[in-house]
């Protein structure tokens, strides 16, 4: 069973870093995408960034984080990375690790909706915010 573990989460001041681990335990079959969604209070969960694990060279990123935050993987530790620079208030919420076929990512991202039983593991979610 898949199994996915986050960290890295806190609190940072206006133009900040901070950088999200997410780790994975089990095995997956085929191609497949491991990567962020973030939900903020009152608001949807919606797509951050994510990349194919399998070649790295497939990645997305929002228009609101696109040049500011840059997604990674090292299949050794079985660990995606999110490096999260220039933070922003508005990038406060709590960020969800997500796996899945990368059908299911280009799929939800094409139609902007959000199905989150397609996904095969989900991570229990680290808060980010970003304050002075």
């Known amino acids: 069973q898949l199994q996915l573990v986050e960290s890295g989460g806190g609190l940072v001041q206006p133009g900040g870093s901070l950088r999200l681990s997410c780790t994975a335990s089990g095995t997956t079959s085929g191609d497949y995408g491991q990567g962020w969604f973030r939900q903020a209070p009152g608001k949807e969960r919606e797509a951050v960034s994510w990349?194919?694990?399998?070649?790295?060279?497939?990645?997305y990123y929002s228009d609101s984080v696109k040049g500011r935050f840059t997604i990674s993987n090292d299949n050794a530790k079985k660990t995606v990375y999110l490096q999260m620079n220039s933070l922003k208030p508005e990038d406060t919420a709590i960020y969800y690790c997500a796996t899945g076929p990368l059908a299911t990512w280009v799929h939800t991202i094409t139609f902007g909706r959000l199905d989150i039983d397609v996904f095969d593991a989900w991570g229990q979610g680290t808060p980010v915010t970003v304050s002075s």
């Open positions: 990349i194919s694990v399998n070649d790295d060279e497939t990645t």
